[in-house]
């Protein structure tokens, strides 16, 4: 599956107290931007320019570059004193460098830390800062549209109009950017309001030209063309609903064939407003938290897992689906949480010291403090409780999903974007409390929260795509929908000879727009906001 391109970031750049490498005059420093692929090998992306006699340069150049939230993206910024025209950096003088990812850079926005030289020692007192900012225009055009008197194009009951907004390219040629809902046999309708991105609509450009058509709809895809005008942006902006702004709907072929033709119809603009839209990126850039919570599948039907052929066997280097996945997906997320605490909860097993089945109790065994010290913290925690606990069932699902709802219910008292919630389910397979864990899933599309379930060895997972609203609304035990789909589930099988990056981009991938959907719908700001700059 190829990864979305989330947005562009711009990287600003600046060094302070850069080791001097010139007799008689300063360092003149540049900074080259390397990204790793996913193996070791690096690669350069851009420099900037050079900056003469200074050991505190700031540089004007900016680095451009794709982000992916789905993905582990390191950099390497290294400094160098330039003192020849060679392209090669090989024989420049290296003042330091500094390696992160850009996960690091964007949840802190300015990130300012020590340059280090190749054997990893301090170059001098030399510092770098990274700033970063969204390239982006997140405005949003909301138009309320109708019209009246429409000519009829039915012999049977009234036309079916819709509306079609075109945009023209550079070259001239028309392309569709928004149609609007059909209204069935009406020559006077009132479409629903929507919204569209300023830059699909016009490029941004509020003098540039849009073409609106209203066409009547017929089942066999031969719609008729009603009429159409063109307007631009600064036009439509003028309208509110004490004066809308009306444009006549015309139709060419007939005015050319009637000589009395004014027009057929009328087509009204009656709201325009242009609003600001927050971005996954502006909600991280403003101070919210990715809280990720990891629940592991402990029921029976695993295997014991001293038998190689349990999912929960631990081959000898280390590893496991469960482990693999954890790796996987949590090595993303931790770059986004300050704290790197990560609650860590067990299901479906029996438990020291009673052996009581408990389907919610921490990996740590200590349920005042669940908290792993990050991913490292949870593979620990989940080797030492493997010998611990007895395999056991049934498969329940809801009191861990029910369990993170309470602290993500807990954060809408905030009333800012401040915390968000991902829970990772691991499982075998087939769950047994469905109606519980539907209406539980129900009830947290209502809240701050995502989840996430990755199901390891060769069950059926039916339920499981079932849980994942993709193929139409989930809904509670009593029929409640589903505000908005916050599962995905992906079966780690598909993800066997993938490299090991796969797993977590497929899973993630959904996230930030489920991020964007919470926190716009309920209208939160970010708790710093960038966007109000």
């Known amino acids: 599956m190829a990864a979305q391109c989330v947005t562009k ?17 300063k360092s003149d ?32 150049k900016k680095f451009l570059i794709d982000y992916y939230f789905e993905l582990v993206q390191k950099l390497k910024f290294g400094v160098y004193d330039i003192d020849n ?13 500094f390696e992160c990812t850009l996960g690091q850079i964007v949840s802190s926005r300015t990130l300012t830390k020590p340059l280090v030289l190749k054997n990893g020692r ?17 405005r949003v055009v909301v138009l309320e549209v109708e019209a009246r008197k429409l000519d009829n194009k039915d012999f049977f009951g009234k036309s079916d109009p819709y509306l079609e907004f075109h945009k023209q390219t550079g070259d001239g040629n028309w392309v569709m950017v928004h149609r609007t809902e059909v209204i069935k046999n009406n020559l006077n309708p009132v479409w629903r309001p929507f919204k569209i991105s300023l830059n699909s609509l016009c490029y941004s450009d509020m003098d540039k030209s849009i073409k609106v058509e209203c066409y009547d709809y017929d089942s066999d895809g031969s719609h008729d063309l009603i009429g159409s005008f063109q307007t631009t942006m600064s036009k439509l902006k003028e309208a509110s609903r004490s004066s809308p702004v009306e444009f006549e709907c015309i139709n060419e072929k007939k005015r050319q064939k009637k000589k009395n033709y ?29 809280n990720f919570t990891v629940g592991i599948d402990f029921t029976g039907s695993n295997g014991d897992p001293r038998s190689p052929d349990s999912l929960h066997y631990l081959s000898p280097n280390g590893v496991n689906e469960y482990l693999t996945a954890i790796w996987s997906v949590g090595m993303v997320i931790q770059d986004y949480d300050t704290d790197k605490m990560f609650p860590a909860f067990g299901f479906g097993a029996q438990i020291p010291p009673s052996f009581q ?34 395999l056991y069932g049934p498969t329940n699902f809801s009191p861990i999903i029910n369990h993170v709802a309470r602290f993500a219910a807990a954060a809408t008292q905030q009333q800012t974007a401040s915390q968000y919630f991902v829970l990772l389910i691991i499982t075998d397979g087939v769950i047994t409390d469905l109606d519980q ?51 995905q589930f992906v079966p780690f099988r598909k993800f066997q000879n993938s490299p090991k990056e796969a797993l977590a981009q497929c899973v993630l ?11 716009s719908t309920y209208k939160l700001q970010p708790p710093k906001n960038p966007a109000a700059k």
Request: hydrophobic share 40%; glycine share 8%; net charge negative.
């Open 357 to 390: 089945v408990s389907h919610e109790f921490p990996l740590n065994f200590n349920p005042s403090n669940p908290f792993c010290n990050g991913i490292q913290g949870i593979v620990d925690a989940y080797r030492a409780c493997l010998p611990q606990v007895k």
């Open 262 to 290: 004014k027009n057929s119809g009328i087509v009204s603009v009656k709201h325009c407003e242009i609003i600001v839209e927050c971005t996954f990126l502006d909600y991280i850039m403003g101070g919210c938290q990715l």
């Open 29 to 60: 420093p540049l900074c080259v931007l390397l990204q790793n692929t996913s193996g070791q090998q690096w690669y350069e992306v851009d420099r900037t320019e050079r900056v003469k006699n200074s050991l505190n340069p700031k540089f004007a």
């Open 509 to 519: 991938a959904e996230v930030p727009q489920q991020v964007v959907n919470y926190f």
């Open 122 to 138: 301090p170059a001098g007192t030399g510092t770098i800062t990274i700033i970063a900012e969204e390239v982006k225009d997140n």
């Open 85 to 97: 025209k060679t392209f090669d950096l090989n024989d420049d003088d290296f003042l330091g460098e």
């Open 437 to 487: 864990t539907r209406t539980a899933i129900v009830n947290a599309s209502k809240l701050p929260m995502s989840i996430i379930i990755v199901g390891v060895g060769g069950a059926d997972f039916d339920a499981m795509e079932f849980l994942d609203g993709d193929n139409g609304v989930l809904r509670s035990s009593s029929g409640e929908p589903a505000v908005r789909d916050i599962v």
């Open 9 to 25: 970031v711009e990287l600003t750049i600046a060094c302070t107290n850069l080791l001097d490498k010139d007799v008689g005059s």
